[in-house]
């Protein structure tokens, strides 16, 4: 949990490389104005981000508090500048409600989930939002999406699950860009367990989802939760999941390996996921 301004938000511990105290960046030339500046802790370079400004609030009114809150995701390390880092609380997915259209109008909020704690209301942010709307290539790589040029139209069904409403819509168009049309999307896991339960009930299970993508950290149920009900589940269990996440680390790895994860792909690699897919495709025609 940190504040910036008056308001306190938060982020998932698994993107934290460290904290540290706040420190004069050393000034970008014509860079972007949330772009505070970049330093050097240790061996590599780190773009600072001033959140106060990425979020229009007041800047800070006593800079000796201010906290670098540095970061690991997307294959990025960035900081934010934040005004003060509040501390660590141990919660459950299940307890982070997911913000409704009113806060993130049309993908535009960067809010990801919502979670009281002490009678005090903490908006969890969409940091890949935030870093894409500075530098769009970080979140997917939807370049890559040009190499694969005209291609059929293919109509199996994929079953989504991504919290974030930006990403969702994203990952979406490069899908039907690819020629993936019948893509279903889903706000989290609980909202994507709850779909195959649907499925459960039609004649043919099994012909309703042929793939299913999830995200890792998502509130109501993370994507790791949601592998491991699909893989322990008599119907669903040989459907193949696919992890996408920027949380995809060794250790990550390491525990989707053990649910039972087909694939896991880290973003913003959108380009690898297509492959990925065309591939889960080519084995269920043998």
């Known amino acids: 949990e940190f504040r910036v301004g008056g308001n306190y938000y938060g982020m998932n511990v698994a993107k934290i490389k460290e904290i540290l105290t706040y420190k004069k960046p050393t000034p970008v030339p014509n860079g972007h104005p949330s772009i505070e500046g970049i330093f ?59 913000p409704d259209e009113t806060i993130n109008t049309a993908g535009a909020g960067v809010a990801t989930g919502i ?9 969890i942010l969409d940091f890949e939002k935030i870093v894409n ?37 994203m990952i979406r168009e490069c899908l039907h860009k690819a020629g993936y049309s019948n893509v279903v999307m889903t706000n989290n896991g609980k909202e994507a367990w ?20 999830t995200d890792i950290e998502m509130p109501q149920m993370d994507g790791h939760r949601l592998t491991k009900l699909i893989k322990e589940d008599n119907v669903f269990k040989n459907v193949p999941v696919v992890i996408f996440s920027s949380l995809v680390n060794d250790e990550m790895k390491r525990k989707g390996e053990l649910l039972g994860a087909d694939a896991q792909l880290s973003k ?19």
């Open 40 to 98: 050097m802790p240790r061996d590599t370079i780190i773009s600072i981000i001033d959140l106060a400004k990425s979020l229009h609030l007041p800047p800070s009114e006593d800079e000796s508090k201010d906290m670098f809150i540095v970061t690991n995701f997307n294959q990025l390390h960035t900081a934010f500048h934040v005004h003060e880092v509040v501390g660590i609380h141990r919660v459950s997915w299940a307890d982070i409600v997911k």
């Open 115 to 123: 979670i009281k704690i002490d009678q005090k209301l903490i908006i």
């Open 133 to 169: 709307d500075i530098s769009p290539e970080t979140s997917l790589k939807v370049s890559e999406m040009g190499k694969f040029g005209e291609r059929e139209r293919n109509d199996i069904p994929i079953l989504i699950a991504e919290d974030s409403t930006f990403l969702s819509k």
């Open 194 to 213: 709850d779909k195959l339960g649907e499925y459960k009930k039609e004649s043919n299970p099994l012909e309703q989802v042929k793939c299913v993508i």
């Open 268 to 286: 913003p690699e959108i380009g690898e996921l297509v492959a990925c897919i065309d591939g889960l495709v080519s084995e269920m025609k043998q």
